[in-house]
């Protein structure tokens, strides 16, 4: 393997905070995949069929994303944080390298918090949908809900990277990416009366991506394609983890 | 052997001019040390010559070739510039094998070089737990992983306990005397002086003067580095 991406995932592999990460994200699975089978057929809630267990398998997906734009953020800004860059550019002064490495290690990671996540949510689903006696479940859309969770995963890990070496102060980075996503993406267009606001913004996207394949998913009135979804998430990961890399190529480390 | 040359460097802030037309030869197989007073423009000397500050003019390179050009930089060059840069998350052992990976060198190294600098015994504790000497001493370690020819070291003896001021002199004596390039920055002047064969003082951005610790004093009439380094740089200037 390239000696700079294998720095780069022993750098996130002795992090406590990836750990803690991956813990809570593992958790938080299960706790969803309980929560969707004791609720179903409660208030609104579908009731428990054949497509359960892939919705159980993908509903995770936020908070995987939104666990890896965190780490992101901190295996880039951080390194600015504790002055890790400097030994980081010492070892590839070819900066461009560092950064792809950085998105490739932060990409891996986060296809690993996808498959822990999947693990969890389908063995406790499983488990407790055989307990309760559920109708036999259709696994046809589970791949493609993986895809989405992995897919997900990754380029929120992406985004992350590029915001954090964009803007190297860890809590500066860290605030704008909270102050995105829940407030600018989440809050405001309700708050503004303009629901459909986000539908072209990295949320607005990453909500369209995560019904591809998915049988109840169908289109939503604010939501761009599946396909348009991921393509367009992909775009926003790619040009902000680009542009990161241009500004790092260019910037003096003092 | 590997000798840096500086030539015409120069780095400029907007109006202000760090470092002013810098050219040097530092030769192998010797101790040099940079001395210059607080923002004299070392450290930008430093971080010109291992590529993380862009000069404005001129080159800084080992052997003709710059930092960035070095096949294997790590391996050529071993670089402190500051004790703090490891994650204080992270235990010593991992700190360095980062290091390591990608510098390209093997974990069996980063036992020897935490064993060389006194730290075997501490290499499972995390770095946040370190004493200053004790990360000056990691810091040093993370430099000589590539085992380089090289070494640019910008206050190495801060934070180190006479015992260790003792063991890092007699190191660099070593390193030098089997060939290799050190230049070496410090504001601790009699320490220093026991060490170095060559001096190299800036101002304000200038070369000063560059030679011979011994001649330089014999010819300045000089007893000891910290009164020639008084005479050139609050009376001589630039020469």
């Known amino acids: 393997m390239n000696p700079t991406l294998t720095a780069e995932l022993r750098k996130l592999r002795a992090t406590r905070t990836t750990a803690a990460a991956a813990l809570v994200v593992a958790g938080l699975s299960g706790v969803i995949a309980v929560a969707n089978v004791v609720l179903a057929g409660k208030e609104q809630n579908p009731p428990l069929d054949a497509d359960t267990f892939q919705h159980i398998v993908r509903a995770p997906t936020a908070i995987v994303g939104f666990a890896m734009l965190v780490v992101g953020v901190l295996a880039s800004a951080g390194e600015y944080r504790h002055n890790t860059i400097v030994p980081s550019l010492l070892a590839q002064p070819r900066r461009a390298r560092l950064a792809v490495a950085k998105v490739l290690a932060v990409g891996i990671v986060g296809l690993v918090f996808a498959a822990a996540s999947a693990v969890v949510s389908s063995a406790v689903g499983w488990l407790l949908l055989s307990s309760r006696g559920a109708p036999g479940a259709d696994f046809g859309p589970v791949p493609s809900g993986l895809l989405v969770l992995g897919g997900t995963a990754a380029l929120y890990g992406v985004l992350g990277v590029g915001l954090g070496l964009l803007l190297r102060n860890q809590a500066v980075a860290m605030t704008v990416a909270l102050v995105w996503y829940f407030v600018v993406e989440q809050i405001a267009p309700q708050v503004l009366g303009a629901p459909h606001a986000s539908t072209w913004l990295p949320g607005g996207a990453a909500d369209a991506f995560n019904r591809l394949g998915d049988p109840a998913g169908g289109s939503a009135a604010g939501l761009v394609a599946a396909w348009v979804g991921g393509g367009l998430l992909t775009a926003y990961a790619l040009l902000l983890a680009a542009l990161a890399t241009v500004v790092l190529v260019r910037r003096d480390q003092a | 052997m590997t000798s840096i040359q500086l030539h015409g460097l120069t780095k400029r802030y907007g109006n202000v001019t760090a470092v002013d037309d810098l050219t040097v030869d530092i030769r192998p197989g010797s101790v040099t040390g940079f001395l210059g007073p607080n923002g004299a423009g070392k450290s930008t000397t430093m971080r ?192």
Do not use: K
């Open chain 2, 48 to 239: 010109m010559l291992l590529g993380l500050v862009r000069p404005t003019s001129g080159t800084a390179t080992f052997d003709g070739r710059c930092y960035g050009d070095l096949p294997h930089p790590a391996r050529t060059v071993g670089a402190l510039l500051d004790p703090a840069i490891f994650h204080p998350g992270h235990r010593a052992r991992s700190a360095l094998r980062v290091v390591a990976a990608s510098a390209g060198t093997s974990d069996a190294r980063v036992e020897e070089v935490l064993d060389g600098v006194g730290l075997g015994n501490v290499a499972r504790r995390r770095v946040g737990g370190f004493s200053t000497g004790m990360r000056q001493r990691l810091a040093l370690a993370g430099a000589l992983l590539g085992d380089p020819e090289t070494l640019v070291l910008d206050e190495p003896s801060n934070g180190l306990d006479p015992e260790g001021m003792r063991w890092l002199r007699g190191f660099l004596r070593r390193l030098a005397d089997e060939g290799r390039t050190v230049l070496v920055s410090s504001h601790v002047l009699a320490e220093l002086a026991q060490s170095v064969d060559d001096v190299l003082i800036i101002s304000r951005g200038r070369l000063v003067t560059h030679g011979s610790m011994r001649n330089l004093l014999d010819r300045h009439r000089q007893t000891d580095l910290e009164e020639l380094f008084l005479d050139l740089t609050t009376t001589g200037g630039p020469s």
